[in-house]
């Protein structure tokens, strides 16, 4: 079985500092892993994915992530975060074996940028 | 076009009433797939097409019916609906089902009175 724990339920930052957000996933097959960022009253938008090429992965606007097998992690970070970044950020493994075809959706993480 | 479309955008209905939400995608994708998101909550998945078959159904109530009518096309027919069932629904597409990437359409915010 695969799943995703979101370490954070809630991140505030200020503009112009530094974004973490955490997540640790659990899969016996090699993960595919995805961070969504949600808008509110929007529909789910893809970040970036990571399927088991390079450990280092860059996505849009800014954001990137490192997929450490060692530690099972895939955290998401940005260097300097914007207003337009306070969104609902969701972290995925893609389902594998009986869950093939299905997306496992960590709880998600509320990053609120303060000015 | 790498675009999902989902119409209406905000739906209210009554408990008897019998609505269709709609989702399009012109991307050649084969699998198309429906999510209910409660507020503060990760979509749920509830029905997965491949190919216009349904090959996954999570065991949603019947008052939910969706169709493929073709392989761009997804509709969920909405039927005696509970006010519990108020959230907003999302329509995914992907090249296959398990192929790993999907994209999301904006949602209809549906609101059962």
């Known amino acids: 079985a695969q799943s995703v724990t979101q370490l954070d339920s809630h991140v505030s930052v200020s503009e112009g500092t530094p974004v973490l957000l955490r997540c640790n996933y659990s899969s016996s097959y090699s993960p595919s892993l995805f961070w969504y960022v949600q808008h509110p009253n929007k529909g789910l938008q893809l970040l970036l994915k990571y399927t088991s090429a390079a450990t280092l992965v860059k996505g849009i606007n800014g954001f990137e992530a490192e997929f450490k097998k060692s530690e099972t992690s895939f955290h998401l970070t940005k260097p300097s975060a914007h207003m337009s970044d306070a969104a609902e950020y969701f972290c995925?493994?893609?389902?594998?074996?009986?869950?093939?075809?299905?997306?496992?959706f960590g709880q998600g993480t509320t990053l609120q940028v303060k000015p | 076009d790498t675009e999902v479309t989902q119409t209406p955008k905000h739906l209210v209905m009554g408990m008897t009433n019998k609505k269709s939400l709609k989702c399009e995608q012109h991307m050649g994708h084969r699998a198309m797939y429906w999510y209910k998101q409660k507020a503060k909550k990760p979509p749920e998945l509830m029905f997965v097409?491949?190919?216009?078959?349904?090959?996954i159904n999570e065991s949603v109530p019947s008052r939910f019916s969706p169709e493929c009518p073709n392989s761009s096309l997804l509709n969920l027919h909405l039927h005696a609906l509970q006010p519990e069932d108020s959230a907003l629904y999302l329509c995914?597409?992907?090249?296959?089902?398990?192929?790993?990437?999907?994209?999301f359409g904006p949602g209809t915010r549906l609101t059962v009175l």
């Open positions: 097409y491949s190919y216009e078959k349904l090959s």
């Open positions: 995925v493994v893609s389902g594998r074996g009986s869950n093939t075809g299905k997306l496992i």
């Open positions: 995914a597409s992907s090249r296959e089902a398990g192929s790993d990437e999907q994209f």
